[in-house]
C-alpha cells in the first residue's frame, strides 16, 4: 500500500486519529488516578465524568448547590466530583477554608471567570475586579477602590439610601391593599439597581417607579446569556441561524450596558478636566484606577468599562435575593417578623429616616440578615486552583486541583451549625468563632466581596423602613424552592399581599 494513495492517507488519518484517542484514555486515567484517595460519586462515563448527572439534575428543575449537598450527605466532607477530566473538590471543613481563602498561591481560575469577562464572544466584565485572576493585578486595584467603601462615604450615602427606599414604599403605599399579590424579589432588584447607578455612579435610572426601562432588559437579557453560556458554551460556536441571532442579541445587550458606561465615564472626565468638585463615588476611584494602567486611551476606557459593569452585576442583584429570601422566611416564621419589627418601630421611633447611628442597634435585624445568608447565600460558590498540595482530614489534595468553596453547603453542615436546617437568627448570637471559616456569604480574604459593608447598610435600611411602614403575609404555596441563574433566588419571587401597619 503506497503511502499518498488514498487508502494510505485514510489509513495515516486512522492512524493518526487512534493516537489521539490512545493518549486522551491515558491522559483522562492518569487524572483519573490523582484522586483516586478521595471519595467521590462514581462517573457517569469514562470521558465525560459527572456530567450528566449535574446537567440531569439542572435540568429536572433541582440545582448545583443542592447536588452538592446532596453528595456532603453521602460521600462526607472531603469528596470529588468529575468535569470531563478535569476533577473538582469539595473539602467541607473551616481550616481548608481558612487555608484557601487566605493564601494568594491559591488563584481564582481562569476557566470559572471567562464566562463573566467574555459572554458569547462580546467582552462584559474583562478584567474587572471580579474577574481579574492575576494577583498582583488585581491587589493594585483593589486597594484603589477600597477607599469607595470606607465608613466616612458609606455614612454619607444614607441620604441616598432612604431616599431610595422612601421611593419604594411610596410606591408599595399605593398597592398596599392586602388582595395585590406584588413580587418582591422584582421590586427589590429596581430598587437596589436605582441605588447602585446613583451612588456608585451618579446615573438616574428610576426604575423603581418607571418599571419598563431598556437598561433592565439589557441586564437581564446579558445575566440570561452569561447563565446559557454556562449551560450551553457550544454555542458560543454554533453556526444555527437561531444560536447566530441569540448571540447577536446577547452582544447587542452587553454594549448597551457598556456605552451608558462609557457616557458615564466621557462625563466624569469633562467634570474634571473642567475642575469641577468630583463625588468621591467608585465611578471617581475607577477613574483614578484607570491613570495607573499602562495603555492607550481606548484601551483604559475599556478597563473602566470593565469596571463599571463589574460594579453593577455585583452590587445589585445579591442585596435584592437577599431581601426577598429574608421576606420568605419572615413569611414562614411570624414569630421573628414580630420581634423584628418590633425592633425597627422602637429604633426608628417617629422617624421615617434610617440614621447611620441607627443601624448598630438593629441587632436582631443584622442576625436575620446573615443567619438568611446562611441558608440562601445568592452568590453560592468561589472556586480556586490551589498553588501547592493542601491536606485535609487525611486526603492530600494535590497541587494545581480546582476547589470549590460553597457558602450554601457549607451553611448546611451539621458539623459547624447546630440544626443546620432551622431558620434561627439566634445562633449568631454568640457563636460567631465556631462559624469562623464555615461562614462565608461574601467570601473570605482578599477576594472576599468589597460591597459587604455597603449592602448591609442597604439592606438594614430598606427593612426597617417596609417593616415599620407595611405588613407583609406570603402568597400562600411558596416554600423554599430556589432558582438557580446566576445567583441563586426564591423561585415564587417572594410574593407578598401588602397593608399598611396599624
Ligand atoms: C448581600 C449582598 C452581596 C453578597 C451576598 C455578595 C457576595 C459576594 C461574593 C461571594 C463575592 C466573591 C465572588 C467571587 O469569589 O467570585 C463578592 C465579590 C465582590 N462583590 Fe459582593 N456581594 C454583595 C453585595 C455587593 C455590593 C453591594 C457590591 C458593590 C457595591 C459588591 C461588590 C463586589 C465586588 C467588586 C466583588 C469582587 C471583589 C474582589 O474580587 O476583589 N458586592 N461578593
Not at 96 to 106: D, L, Q
Not at 253 to 270: D, N, P, Q, S, Y
Not at 479 to 500: A, D, V
Request: hydrophobic share 40%.
Amino acid at each position: 500500500m503506497e503511502l499518498f494513495s488514498p487508502l494510505g492517507v485514510l489509513g495515516v488519518f486512522a492512524g493518526l486519529l487512534l493516537s489521539v484517542f490512545l493518549f486522551l484514555v491515558v491522559y483522562f486515567a492518569y487524572c483519573h488516578s490523582l484522586y483516586a484517595h478521595i471519595p467521590g460519586p462514581k462517573r457517569d462515563s469514562f470521558f465525560t465524568g459527572n456530567m450528566s448527572t449535574l446537567r440531569k439534575r439542572v435540568h429536572e428543575g433541582s440545582n448545583l448547590p443542592e447536588y452538592l449537598y446532596d453528595l456532603m450527605k453521602e460521600y462526607g466532607p472531603v469528596y470529588h466530583i468529575f468535569l470531563m477530566h478535569r476533577a473538582i473538590v469539595m473539602a467541607l471543613d473551616a481550616p481548608f477554608h481558612k487555608e484557601v481563602f487566605t493564601t494568594v498561591a491559591h488563584i481564582k481560575p481562569y476557566s470559572g471567570y471567562r464566562y463573566l469577562s467574555n459572554v458569547f464572544g462580546t467582552r462584559f466584565m474583562g478584567n474587572g475586579l471580579i474577574t481579574e485572576t492575576v494577583p498582583s493585578k488585581h491587589a493594585k486595584r483593589r486597594a484603589l477602590f477600597s477607599p469607595a467603601f470606607h465608613r466616612k462615604y458609606l455614612m454619607s450615602l444614607m441620604d441616598q439610601f432612604n431616599f431610595s427606599a422612601d421611593v419604594l414604599v411610596n410606591r408599595l403605599t399605593t398597592i398596599a391593599d392586602g388582595k395585590t399579590e406584588v413580587a418582591m424579589l422584582d421590586e427589590f432588584n429596581r430598587l437596589t439597581l436605582d441605588v447602585i447607578a446613583k451612588v456608585a455612579f451618579d446615573l438616574r435610572l428610576n426604575i423603581t417607579e418607571e418599571t419598563e426601562s431598556p437598561f433592565v432588559k439589557a441586564l437581564t437579557m446579558t445575566m440570561q446569556g452569561i447563565q446559557n453560556s454556562f449551560k450551553a458554551p457550544w454555542k458560543e460556536f454554533s453556526p444555527l441561524p437561531s444560536d447566530r441571532q441569540y448571540r447577536h442579541q446577547v452582544g447587542e445587550a452587553i454594549t448597551f450596558l457598556r456605552e451608558t458606561g462609557r457616557e458615564c465615564v466621557k462625563r466624569r472626565l469633562e467634570a474634571k478636566r473642567k475642575g469641577e468638585d468630583l463625588p468621591q463615588d467608585i465611578l471617581t476611584y475607577i477613574l483614578q484606577a484607570s491613570e495607573d494602567l499602562e495603555g492607550d486611551e481606548d484601551f483604559k476606557m475599556e478597563e473602566m468599562l470593565d469596571e463599571f459593569v463589574s460594579f453593577f452585576l455585583a452590587g445589585q442583584e445579591t442585596t435584592a435575593n437577599t431581601l426577598a429570601f429574608a421576606l420568605v422566611e419572615l413569611g414562614h416564621h411570624p414569630d421573628v417578623m414580630h420581634r423584628l419589627k418590633t425592633e425597627a418601630v422602637a429604633v426608628m421611633g417617629d422617624n421615617d429616616y434610617v440614621a447611620y447611628s441607627d443601624l448598630g442597634k438593629l441587632d436582631y435585624m443584622m442576625m436575620v440578615l446573615k443567619e438568611t445568608l446562611r441558608l440562601w447565600p445568592p452568590a453560592f460558590s468561589t472556586s480556586r486552583d490551589l498553588g501547592y498540595d493542601v491536606e485535609v482530614r487525611g486526603y492530600t489534595v494535590p497541587a494545581g486541583t480546582t476547589v470549590w468553596l460553597n457558602a450554601y453547603v457549607m451553611g448546611r453542615n451539621g458539623e459547624y451549625f447546630k440544626n443546620p436546617l432551622d431558620f434561627d437568627p439566634d445562633r449568631f448570637k454568640d457563636n460567631e468563632d465556631k462559624t469562623l471559616y464555615a461562614y462565608f456569604p461574601f467570601s473570605l480574604g482578599h477576594r472576599s466581596c468589597i460591597g459587604q459593608p455597603f449592602a448591609l447598610i442597604e439592606a438594614r435600611v430598606i427593612m426597617a423602613k417596609l417593616l415599620k411602614k407595611f405588613d407583609f403575609e406570603l402568597v400562600p404555596g411558596q416554600g423554599f424552592e430556589i432558582l438557580q441563574e446566576l445567583t441563586l433566588k426564591p423561585k415564587g419571587r417572594s410574593r407578598n399581599y401588602i397593608t399598611l401597619a396599624e
